[in-house]
């Protein structure tokens, strides 16, 4: 926290261990009193009711910290409105917070809104007592997320039950410093939000640059001079003179090895599922098992400089490089596990197949609508570009590393700074709701 925000002038140790202390005006009160008007959405299967125009329809998915996304959102007849979906009816002022899902995330509902319905919610209907916004970012504060997270539960789906929620206790500031906290962090915030979106703008731009210069160096080369050919491949178009033009099976070796049903049932495997790999090539996470209670699908053996590629919702990008890995890492039968012969250097192999163009053409190859995708046959016929010298290669390779690194730490700055800016921003919430400080003479109200 900035030390110049001011403090009040008088705390009082409350009796609950989790608030702490409070300015010795306020008082801490359960939402059953704060509002006695609590009511939960629809709680039955909303899909029966949803149709493509009419009175908006708002899901769990809809809601968002301190705002409601109505550009994709759900809608229902207004028979159904005015029907069975009555009392699910929302009023501007109204506050929604999530129950299933992503349990405790709260919205005012605006005045567009009015009139609209919503299901597997909780409405806390707008009150004299308090100041809707006030109390979203109490349920958006540390505050609030910490009691939610207390009595929800469920291991797919986490949710909780409005008889719960109703004992949850807050700090409960006079009406006119809830106006005064709202306003407050309305302003700030959205000075935060503002500096945060420049941040993530500059990230996006700098990510675009990293994937142009990798694309064109694995399609173009390093030398603007060079000389150009018709590669033959419609939407490759001119590569230099000197490179080749190949199907994939022709430079690389497909799934070689595969981990046998006769291994021993304690055998230890180090594993990578296709949602462990990120779109940027990291592997987020490895997984280790006994064979015996390992996923039927690990079973693709990997080796120094392989390339693993997703063969499932190739949409996602999940293509990683594995340099030195663990002689037990396995990998899910969901990737192709690639090896690159000697026309071609493994890094090099591995850049070519996560460059643009590459992932475009593997994802037009790609079949399905919500579960798009290729088969190992379908993908090794794919044509990659390279150059027929291997010195070449590494040229291209070194240019990339710098290229890439001087980008990276750039983006790695800018990430490290969002995540300071979205610290900073949730602790200025948390300790206004608090009363840690005092944001009376701040704001004109």
């Known amino acids: 926290m900035k030390e110049e925000l001011p403090k009040y002038p008088n705390y009082r140790m409350t009796e ?55 550009k994709n959102c759900n809608y229902c007849e207004k ?30 509902v605006p005045p567009e809104l009015e009139g609209s319905n919503c299901a597997s919610m909780m409405v806390i209907r707008k009150h004299p007592r308090f100041i809707s916004q006030w109390l979203a970012y109490i349920f958006n504060s540390q ?32 009406l006119d410093e809830q106006n005064a906290i709202a306003c407050f962090l309305d302003r700030e915030t959205a000075k935060i939000d503002r500096l945060m979106d420049v941040r993530r703008k500059q990230i996006e731009t700098l990510q675009e640059q990293r994937t142009a210069v990798i694309h064109h160096a694995v399609t173009k080369g390093l030398d603007p001079q060079a000389k150009m050919k018709p590669s033959g491949v419609e939407w490759l178009g001119d590569v230099p003179e000197g490179w080749f033009v190949k199907r994939l099976k022709f430079i690389a070796l497909c799934n070689q090895q595969t981990l046998g049903e006769q291994t021993k049932a304690d055998y230890l495997i180090d594993y990578i599922d296709i949602g462990n790999v990120s779109s ?13 209670d390992a996923p039927s699908r690990a079973r693709r053996k990997v080796k120094q400089g392989s390339t693993i590629i997703s063969m499932v919702r190739t949409y996602l990008k999940a293509i990683a490089f594995l340099q030195n890995p663990d002689k037990n890492v396995i990998v899910s039968t969901g990737f192709a596990v690639l090896d690159a012969k000697k026309e071609v250097r493994p890094s090099f192999l591995y850049h070519a197949l996560s460059s ?36 070449e290669q590494d040229e291209i390779l ?37 009363g840690k400080i005092d944001v009376r003479g701040l704001v004109e109200v």
């Open 16 to 70: 609950i261990a989790w608030i702490g202390s409070i300015p010795s005006h306020w008082e801490t009160r359960q939402l059953g009193y704060i509002s006695n008007r609590v009511s939960v959405g629809l709680v039955i299967n909303p899909s029966s009711y949803v149709s493509d125009e009419g009175v908006p329809f708002l899901l769990g998915g809809d809601i968002q910290e301190f705002k409601i996304n109505t």
């Open 398 to 434: 070194i240019y990339i590393e710098k290229e890439t690194s001087k980008l990276d730490t750039l983006i790695s700055k800018y990430q490290r700074e969002l995540e300071l800016l979205a610290e900073y921003r949730a602790s200025l919430i948390s300790h206004a709701v608090t």
């Open 280 to 292: 940027k090539g990291e592997i987020l996470e490895i997984q280790s098992f006994e064979f015996k």
């Open 143 to 174: 505050i609030g997320r910490d009691q939610v997270g207390i009595v929800q539960y469920g291991a797919a789906q986490k949710q909780f039950n409005i008889s719960h929620a109703v004992k949850f206790r807050f700090p409960f500031p006079p």
């Open 356 to 391: 643009e163009y590459c992932i475009q053409r593997i994802i037009v190859e790609s079949k399905g609508v919500g579960y798009p995708a290729i088969n190992s046959s379908d993908l090794i016929n794919i044509p990659l570009v390279f150059p027929a010298r291997l010195f």
């Open 79 to 108: 028979e159904i409105s005015d029907g069975v979906l009555q009392k699910s009816r929302l009023n501007h002022g109204d506050l929604v917070v999530v129950r299933v899902g992503y349990p405790g995330i709260a919205a005012v």
